[in-house]
């Protein structure tokens, strides 16, 4: 069924996102239940204090993410008459997201299981895809093995034991709104509740799409506690997406946070690379470039994100001088197999990502449907290791429930010592000894 998209003039960067959004075919629709919404239109960006000048762009480079053969199919199947210009828009990606199961059947037959979801009193997060990400979704062939990851299902109103909104106890290491100081020189900046898609098995259910506006109005007094606190060297900005701002919001929070003589370093965790590549334009990464050294961890979950699209913005911020690293979550069904695990990290490399966690699935309520024994986990870690490059072997670790932090998992390499020396086993199973020191 062909959808009827009307053509829309872009919106000032003020109002991006507009939580208020018409959605796909311009219907207003929530899947969730009961979720307190905050008028977008009352945020007030904050004053610029910087002066990054536009046109400071090379015009020799492309501003548009230029579409695969993928996209270029499904905009015409789906979107009849919206030209390629509004397709490679961010803030129209945004503004015609599907927000609800009923719109997603459009394009999408949906399964039994999705179906009840129609029925039901809701779930715990609201449903949000691009129309960029939908098209990897309805795609015959390897659209099944992500969908599970992105399209709510009955099972995730069933709740096991252990499960929590909050697994990592995030709340009770936050010593002011929007900040999370558990680690004793860095700490997680939560800029925003608002993704530009929602994965089932977030790990921050308790916070994202709750207040679905940029916190912009009430980042003070976590900024304030950071020049407080001299020890913290490191901030990750995070959220939500910290990368569905607007340049000049974005710009203000890296400007005051690199205004903080002991802060060294800035990191940003987004999806947005993946689901929203539109977003990575030649302004964008002029602009993050002054706030060196910044780095980004994308989070990726399956090669067939490893799009001509996704690959392109990599490379821009790449270029851009940023290392990028990847966060990717073991999940049931999805990329818990060796040979799809290590087709994704080693495609990663190649678009100048390294590899860098690989996450046990956080048990938020729901999730059982998700995660994986953490023996697979470590057998997919000894998969990868020796069998390709270190490079794209990442970090297997759990963060651990309650606040615990990240602990590394690893395959048992070291058997124990005998007379001076550590017995070691290696890739193939063989065994070795190196004489250690006294």
């Not at 936050?174 to 020189?185: I, K, M, N, Q, T």
């Not at 890296?254 to 539109?278: C, D, M, S, W, Y």
């Not at 124990?416 to 020191?437: S, T």
Request: glycine residues 8%; charged residues 20%.
């Amino acid at each position: 069924m062909n959808a009827n998209v009307s053509q829309r003039t872009a919106l000032p960067e003020e109002d991006v996102p507009p939580d208020s959004s018409p959605g796909f075919g311009g219907k207003k629709a929530v899947l969730s239940g009961p979720v307190s919404r905050s008028n977008p239109n009352e945020q007030q960006p904050l004053r610029r204090s910087v002066s990054f000048n536009a046109s400071q762009v090379s015009r020799n480079e492309p501003n548009e993410i230029q579409p695969g053969e993928a996209s270029k199919k499904f905009l015409q199947q789906f979107f009849p008459g919206v030209p390629l210009s509004d397709w490679n828009n961010w803030k129209w990606q945004l503004r015609n997201s599907f927000t609800s199961l009923g719109q997603l059947s459009q394009i999408i037959a949906l399964s039994g299981a999705e179906k009840q979801v129609l029925l039901s009193q809701g779930t715990y997060l609201p449903f949000r895809l691009t129309p960029y990400y939908a098209s990897l979704l309805s795609d015959p062939h390897y659209g099944s093995a992500i969908r599970k990851a992105m399209i709510p299902t009955i099972h995730e109103l069933d709740i096991a034991d252990g499960e929590h909104s909050d697994p990592l106890n995030e709340e009770a290491s936050s010593p002011v709104p929007h900040l999370v100081h558990r680690y004793p020189d860095r700490v997680l900046f939560l800029a925003t509740g608002f993704c530009s898609a929602y994965c089932r098995y977030c790990t921050r259910t308790h916070m994202v799409a709750k207040e679905k506006v940029h916190f912009n109005r009430s980042w003070e007094p976590a900024l304030q506690y950071i020049r407080e606190h001299k020890e913290i060297r490191d901030v990750l900005i995070s959220g939500g997406d910290p990368l569905t701002m607007p340049d000049r919001m974005l710009e203000q929070l890296l400007t005051e946070l690199r205004a903080i003589p002991h802060v060294e370093i800035l990191r940003i965790g987004t999806k947005v690379p993946v689901v929203l590549p539109q977003r990575i334009t030649p302004q964008l990464t002029g602009m993050l470039k002054q706030f060196h050294p910044l780095m980004i961890s994308i989070h990726f979950m399956h090669s067939v994100e490893l799009t001509p699209e996704t690959s392109e913005a990599c490379i821009r911020l790449a270029d851009a001088g940023m290392p990028l690293g990847s966060q990717t979550v073991l999940l049931k069904g999805i990329n818990d197999d060796i040979d799809i695990m290590k087709k994704l990290m080693q495609g990663l490399l190649k678009i100048r990502v390294r590899p860098y966690y690989l996450y046990q699935c956080d048990p938020i309520p729901g999730s059982a449907e998700f995660r994986i024994p953490v023996q697979k986990g470590l057998e997919i870690i000894h998969g990868l290791r020796g069998f390709t490059s270190g490079y794209a072997v990442p970090h297997y670790v759990i963060d651990a429930p309650g606040g615990g932090g990240k602990i590394p998992l690893l395959p048992e390499y070291v058997q124990g010592w005998e007379n001076g020396n550590i017995i070691l086993k290696n890739y193939e199973g063989k065994i070795f000894f190196y004489p250690d020191a006294g």
